[in-house]
């Protein structure tokens, strides 16, 4: 994937970018905004990763600019500052994911993965399939090697969560926004818990589990087997 | 200011008064003017030109009994004014009023000797006689120009009066107000120059002065009271910093010295950990700081608070089921003003509370109440709940009951839920229950 990465500090930006092209990904930075308007300009790219507070024109005022011309260019805004009202702009002005610093790369690297593979606007996928999981969207049904699994709908959500990023890591605080609309992180583990029923009724008359807990950064469904 | 107020003030009285008693006595004389004519003129037309000037001869000759002004204003028996009588050639045949004869009609200023030698102004009429010649009547000024002198000293005076007294009231009040002011400026500078315990003068008196010191030093005592917490919360922050820094320290250290992979991964583990918790403590304290900063206020909206529980309640569902808790709840429909992911993050705060200080087995209630424009939430657990005296402590920041600080967190969960309920205009307590521990929150109906 192609990846801009629009950060004024040297160091910041040199460990995301070490890091994403250790996954395999293709990254730009710049350290200016106005110079950055420019160079979004010229290219494309799949993802556009923008801090908020940089010299020239900010992360917010970029992605104005770019959403203003009609592009549609998945943006994560990064920031330093409160979430709270903050997050509330950003997600406002048309950014698509929003990580708050410092962060663990694994969060970085995730919402990015996960916005790259974003389907293009209007096209959706009726069913999902990874390994021997079905699920089809439209008339919320979910089949393990032919065996219906009945779920609620938070655990439909869940899992349909992790059904659309298959063999990439879905974090924790990614779900809690996405599935229960959580925007901070509660001291109760509310993920784990809900995932541990998901679990038990997926793997019901099943060896191997449908779902790994990848430690301390989230969970992961594998394509393969 | 005020003096020079008075002054004008007193002297347009002065002027408009002055100006009427002018113009009455001018008409009182013009007045008897015209009647003594008229007299003279009906004596003629009765008598002939003969017997006129034998009349006007006789008022001639009657005692002077003072100006010809002062006897203008006594009544016609003994009267004496000025009189001139000339026949149909223009000689004077009657009268001794010792001026030129002025020009038909009325007169004003005309310059005249009195008997006495003295000269005058007086005012006069010059009639026609229809039998050829001509009557002059004249009055003497001088009364008025007296009354008019007289009336203005006593206005000069009163002016002059009302002056000094106002400029007396004016130095006196603002040599007053001028120490008052110096006191508080000088309070005022002592605060700045660093003495916060220093107050403005209160003399007790109640006056204006007084009410206005009274309420800066409510002021200065809130300002002191909030400069005493944030230096309370400094040190409590540089506390809870330092240990967790304390721990990734030695951490640190440990992998530098380790040589075994394994070992040394795991230790890497445990030094990220302690940066999750470090970067836990801040973002709590920053949004507590962004709640108390009030703004979220712009965001408020009408919300389904039923819903909200529903929410909390299904999310928190497998967790209560974990640890073998019960919730339940008694909803009564409530709208609230408020913002959702803020009251969502309060009533989940209370949650995570329970969870982690009811223990195992223990039951949870949370009920709503709309009544009038408030909504009530309770939120209560049959823990074993918190002594009578920490039951106002809890809500503030870094307050852990457990005395060992071996529970997880910074003591900001309920500080938080205090923070938002109040940035909601609404409030919090710990009420009295059976068992446990209960919140009873009242919040601002939605609509």
Redo the contacts between chains.
């Keep these: 994937m192609k990846v801009f990465l629009l950060e004024d500090d040297p160091e910041t930006a040199a460990f995301i970018e070490r890091g994403l092209t250790e996954r395999g990904h293709v990254v730009e930075v710049e350290a200016d905004g106005s110079v950055a308007l420019r160079r979004l300009a010229e290219r494309d790219f799949d993802v556009l990763v923008l801090d908020r507070m940089v010299p020239g024109v900010d992360g917010l005022a970029v992605l104005k600019a770019i959403r203003a011309q009609g592009r549609t260019t998945p943006v994560l805004l990064l920031t330093a500052m409160?979430?709270?009202?903050d997050r509330?702009d950003g997600l406002e002005e048309g950014a698509d994911d929003y990580l708050?610093k410092?962060f663990?790369f694994v969060e970085l690297a995730a919402r990015v993965a996960a916005l790259g593979r974003r389907p293009p606007t209007g096209e959706f996928d009726a069913v999902l399939r990874v390994a021997d999981i079905e699920m089809n969207l439209l008339r919320r049904e979910v089949r393990r090697g032919g065996r219906s699994v009945d779920l609620q709908p938070?655990e439909f959500t869940l899992l349909e969560q992790l059904m659309r990023n298959p063999g990439r890591i879905v974090t924790r605080t990614m779900l809690l926004e996405k599935v229960?609309?959580?925007?901070?992180?509660?001291?109760?583990?509310?993920v784990e818990?809900?995932m541990?029923?998901l679990r038990s009724k997926l793997n019901e008359g099943f060896e191997r589990s449908a779902i790994r807990t990848v430690r301390?950064s989230g969970y992961m469904m594998n394509d393969d087997a | 200011m005020v003096a020079g107020i008075s002054c004008v003030l007193t002297l347009a009285v002065g002027v408009v008064t002055f100006s009427m008693v002018h113009h009455e006595i001018e008409r009182q004389l013009d007045h008897r003017i015209e009647l003594e004519t008229q007299s003279l003129l009906a004596t003629y037309e009765r008598a002939g030109f003969d017997v006129l000037v034998r009349a006007v001869t006789d008022r001639d000759r009657r005692p002077a009994r003072g100006t010809l002004g002062y006897l203008a204003g006594r009544s016609e028996a003994g009267s004496r004014m000025g009189y001139i009588v000339l026949d149909a050639s223009g000689r004077r045949r009657a009268g001794d009023f010792q001026a030129e004869t002025p020009p038909p009609g009325w007169s004003e200023f005309i310059r005249f000797r009195r008997p006495d030698g003295s000269s005058g102004v007086a005012q006069a009429m010059n009639a026609p006689l229809p039998g050829g010649g001509r009557l002059v009547v004249a009055a003497d000024r001088a009364d008025l120009l007296d009354i008019d002198r007289a009336l203005l000293r006593v206005f000069l005076i009163s002016a002059g009066l009302v002056a000094a007294v106002g400029v007396l009231a004016t130095f006196g009040f603002g040599g007053v107000v001028q120490r008052r002011l110096n006191a508080i400026h000088g309070a005022a500078e002592g605060i700045m120059a660093g003495d916060m315990r220093r107050r403005m003068p209160v003399d007790g008196s109640g006056g204006e002065f007084d009410q206005l010191a009274t309420v800066l030093n409510r002021m200065l005592d809130r300002i002191e009271a909030l400069m005493s917490n944030l230096r309370q919360v400094s040190g409590d922050i540089a506390h809870d910093i330092r240990t967790p820094l304390t721990r990734l320290r030695a951490r640190l250290e440990d992998i530098e010295a380790e040589t075994t992979d394994g070992v040394r991964k795991a230790r890497v583990?445990g030094a990220?950990?302690e940066?999750?918790d470090l970067?836990?403590l801040l973002?709590g304290l920053?949004?507590l700081?962004?709640?108390e900063g009030r703004?979220?206020r712009?965001?408020f909206v009408a919300l389904d608070l039923v819903a909200l529980v529903h929410?909390l309640a299904?999310?928190?569902g497998?967790?209560l089921?974990?640890a073998g808790m019960a919730l339940s709840l008694d909803l009564e429909p409530a709208t609230v003003r408020g913002d959702r992911?803020?009251l969502?993050?309060a009533l989940?705060?209370l949650?995570?509370n329970s969870?982690?200080h009811a223990g195992a087995g223990a039951r949870i209630r949370i009920l709503t109440r709309a009544t009038g424009g408030s909504v009530r939430l309770v939120f209560g657990d049959d823990g074993p709940g918190v002594p009578p005296e920490d039951r106002n402590r809890i809500f503030k920041r870094f307050v852990r009951l457990d005395p060992s600080r071996t529970t997880?967190?910074h003591g900001l969960?309920l500080a938080t839920v205090a923070a938002i309920v109040s940035a909601h205009g609404g409030d919090i307590a710990v009420t009295p229950s059976a068992r446990g521990l209960q919140f009873e929150i009242n919040l601002v109906a939605g609509d």
Excluded: C
């Design positions: 409160s979430q709270i009202a509330v708050v410092p663990a938070r229960w609309n959580f925007g901070f992180d509660p001291k109760t583990n509310i818990t809900h541990s029923r301390g | 583990e990220l950990s940066v999750d970067q836990g973002s920053l949004a700081a962004e709640i703004s979220v712009d965001r929410e299904e999310a928190y497998p967790a089921e974990k992911p803020l969502l993050q989940s705060n949650m995570d969870l982690f997880a967190g969960g």
